[in-house]
């Protein structure tokens, strides 16, 4: 069976840090291009990050992120993450995890962590 | 950055009902459109990919079509399970954005 799971979320103050995780299961997970998703409380879906499959690691970042969020992955491992450093308000949000198919679609996700940062 | 819009906002429709959702693109994306189906504290389900190919798994009451900036998503014939919020995205070119959401009420 697929899986995608998420970890890490939590609260977190202004300007403070956060790594998250997605460990990924039955699936190849070392050929899928792999993204970050997040959906602010009661709002619609924003596109992060994404990184390409292999070891060859093209990252692509939403331009609102301002350099403050890096993503990564261990194949060896089978998981992605996201460091996301100098959180703000607005950050707040659940992040899921998703791969990307040859045909550019998101089809399958995780279930998401909901990052709070208020003080 | 391509923006995509979404229209109506908000869609209230009764089970058997057809429904069309429109989706435009800032600019043109060829068939790079996918729709996805959101339900209340769940992860997004996608229902159809490069614009009109269903998803495995999908109902066939589900259908999409356009190309270029001018994207529909129809049901044919509502359910009950269908109630939910939709969501068009592009991936013709990153960020790959998404619609604001329609959310189709009873």
Known sequence: EMQLVESGGGLV???????????????????????WVRQPPGKGLEWVSSISSGDNNFVNYADSLEGRFTVS???????????????????TAVYFCARLTAKLNFDFWGQGTLVTVSS | DIQMTQSPSSLSASVGDRVTITCRASQSINTYL????????????????????????????FSGSGSGTDFTLTVSSLQPDDFATYYCQQSYSTPYTFGQGTRLEI
């Open chain 1, 13 to 35: 103050t202004p300007g403070g840090s956060l790594r998250l995780s997605c460990v990924a299961s039955g699936f190849s997970f070392i050929t899928y291009n792999m993204n």
């Open chain 1, 73 to 91: 992955r261990d194949n060896a491992k089978n998981s992605l993450f996201l460091q996301m450093n100098d959180l703000r308000a607005d950050d």
């Open chain 2, 34 to 61: 996918n729709w996805y189906q959101q339900k209340p504290g769940k992860a997004p389900k996608l229902l159809i990919y490069v614009a009109s190919t269903l998803q495995s798994g999908v109902p066939s009451r």
